[in-house]
């Protein structure tokens, strides 16, 4: 009996041709942001360390300032708010996520923002060299 190669191994594993629909417009990609802030702050809450470089609160004097997005999206003139806790952080992003559902104007800024941080990014990107 032959053993399986370890390229016949691998390709055991191999996903299903189909891919499933992913949600990939600019909402639906900062909904899933936001999700991702909620358990950092959950993970913080928890005692666990978490990078203060990708998290959207930051400790201020006893409590925390929030801003909602790596861009802060502006809630008519704020774009920071102040949270007691991280329980509060918590539930000033899912508060969030509430009020942009509802904000026609919050759902355009967010997508603004993502087609200017794409413009950004295309020029940092390396072109491809001539083969």
Known sequence: MATKSLMDQFIAFAAPKENTPV?????????????????LAEQAKAGEKVSARVTWFKRDGAGYRVKIGREALK??????FAAASLDEVIERLKMAKEVITNSEALRQQ????????SERMQGTR??????
């Open 23 to 39: 949600a990939r417009d600019a909402v639906s990609v900062f909904y899933s942001k936001i999700d991702r802030q909620v358990a």
């Open 75 to 80: 809630f008519g003139d704020h774009q920071w």
């Open 110 to 117: 967010i997508v603004r923002n993502s087609n200017a941080r």
């Open 126 to 131: 390396k072109a491809k060299k001539a083969a």
